[in-house]
């Protein structure tokens, strides 16, 4: 065992510091000193918060009734929100009680802890499968939970609230502390003790469930075991895991699962190397193991400004509601890269401490990021974009007019394989922005649901198909998934002046397409404030290439192309016919992004061609064009 990987630096003397009861997130809630630092507006804003979960959980528990209609439907979301609303509840009130001191919220705490322990499961129903035959009973089993990421976080957040307010509440309501760990050991770590999961990563990396999974399971292990040996072995477990995880990356760090579930990726990661660290004294750094350096990287890579960042895969093009930029700040520090810190300071400018979201999963991180006002204050702070980056692993490439800078154009584009983790069918998709103003875009996904995540209907759903992503459409033939259907002969190049990707998409479409050959190049001449998507083909027998945009915005046609927001598009239009869809949009998570509708744009040549080319370029309006 090398030191290259994380089992390799759990050697003998950091195995002789593990530690029972070693592990503190916060000081408990009677330590008012510990606590006093608190700004009054933050405090009041946590507590209208907590008033708020409250009355939520209260028109929405969670019942048989919402279980079984995932069942019948295969509608996650109705169960999920109020799965949600009682761990909104319980977290929100542990931070209030703690930020205030004040001994009314013991009974609310106390009362949503009650419930939770009392659910048949912490699992989500569409995530109930029984790990030794994969069986999907309808209901689950008596006293048979299923350790999934909504267990795992449960029984995390409540290792931390019984860390704070464990003891307080114990005095007011006996044995409910017992009641506490007795259904953390039953729903997760005997579970986590003898039996294997698909994200242990056995057969092939795992994805983001691996990281956020351990790292509840390490906070709920320091939390309840007190026998040395088991907590030894529970974080050698921990630690195979995690390396199974990292064995998926590739040195450039870049998380195939996109911006948005890097955030239950590599940061959870830094969340449990932290949480083995702690249990261990400080003795165990697993921070130094590559490629984490380069994972922490990720998110400064891919933000085009403050609010909005590359979604590909499934991500969200505006700021996401799981990013603690604290956490960032944190992993940047114990990576030694102060430009990732004062990114993240930059950020956090710009996102002060919110306690919307699923407050649960989060708790860790907004707890310490509560118990640090000022931080994002603390010293310089800039944005981190570099001017261009590229990743071999992913062939997402990024590039902008000037790095640490949000003006000017903003570029990515990708080319790839459709087999990633929360794939879409998108190889030679691009992203445009001008001034963090979106041009071109990549819609992202909508809520999840059943439809989703099954292999026969995921890709019957329009925000996956390659014909609503900017990419070729070939006689409307659409890409395959799978990991043969991709770009080939991909190159990057910045000279300085011009960044550039180029690629070859015709093997990422069937035979069917009759493609023989498809390049594209993405390129941003920073001199000439000009961005070009150079699109060639050649058919087999004439055929009728289209090429698909999409905007955000409604293009409007004027004399010199079509104007979309702050840009125009140019491209010669003779024999070109021109399409603009509007696409509504219905989706309460889409929506967020952009509102009630995006706009899809079809370029075709009107006759058919055995070959033909495209050149489209991206200006500002106020730039003349010949």
Known sequence: MTRDSFLGRFDPMARAAVRPD????????????????????????????????????????????????????????????????????????????????????????????????????????????????????????????????????????????????????????????????????????DPWERETYFWHGVDAPPNNWAPWIVSNVLACAAAVEDDRDRLERAVERALAILDRFRDGYAPDGSCDEGATYWWWAGATLFEALEAVEHLTGGVFQGYGVPPVAEMCRFPLRMQIDAERQVNFSDGSAVH??????????????????????????????????????????????????????GWEQAGPAEPGMPASWFAPSTEIAVARERGHDVSGFAIAAKGGHNDVSHNHNDAGGVIVSLDGRPVLIDVGVGA?????????????????????????????????????????????????????????LAPAYPAESGL??????????????????????????????TLVLMTAVEPVDDEHGLVVGPARLVFPADGLDVVVERVPVDDERLSEAWGDAVFRVLLTPREPAHAGALRIAVRPVETRTP
């Open 22 to 189: 070693a592990w503190r997130p916060a000081p408990p809630i009677d330590d008012r000193d510990a606590w006093a630092h608190l700004p009054p507006s933050v405090v009041a804003s946590l507590c209208a918060e907590a008033d708020r979960r409250r009355d939520q959980a209260a028109a929405a528990a969670p019942s048989l009734a919402l279980w079984v209609h995932y069942g019948e439907t295969g509608e996650r979301l109705p169960y999920e929100r109020a799965h949600q609303a009682l761990l909104g509840e319980t977290a929100s009130s542990a931070l209030a009680w703690a930020a205030t001191g004040d001994d009314g919220w013991g009974p609310r705490l106390a009362d949503a802890v009650w419930r939770l322990c009392e659910l048949s499961a912490w699992c989500l129903p569409n995530h109930y499968a029984l790990p030794e035959t994969g069986e999907r009973p309808l209901l689950p089993q008596p006293g048979r939970d299923i350790l999934d990421l909504a267990c795992a976080a449960t029984g995390g957040m409540l290792a931390a609230v019984d860390a704070i307010a464990g003891a307080a509440l114990d005095r007011r309501f006996p044995g409910i502390r017992d009641r506490v760990r007795h259904e953390i050991r039953r729903r997760v770590l």
């Open 320 to 373: 996401p509601e799981n990013a603690v930029w604290h956490l960032l700040a944190r992993f940047g520090a114990r990576i030694d890269d102060d430009a990732v810190v004062r990114h993240a300071r930059w950020m956090g400018r710009a996102h002060p401490l919110g306690f919307g979201g699923q407050l649960a999963p989060l708790f860790l991180r907004t707890l310490a990021a509560l118990r640090d006002p």
């Open 448 to 504: 999840y649901r059943r439809a989703t995540f099954e292999p026969a209907t995921r890709y019957t759903i329009w925000t996956m198909r390659s014909g609503w992503h900017g990419v070729p459409l070939p006689d409307g033939v659409e890409q395959r998934e799978g990991a043969g259907f991709r770009a080939a002969d991909v190159v990057f190049s910045d000279d300085g002046v011009r960044a550039a990707l180029s690629m070859d």
């Open 516 to 545: 023989l050959r498809c390049t594209r190049a993405v390129s941003l001449d920073r001199t000439a404030r000009e961005v070009v998507v150079d699109d060639a083909w050649e058919f087999a027998d004439a055929r009728r290439m």
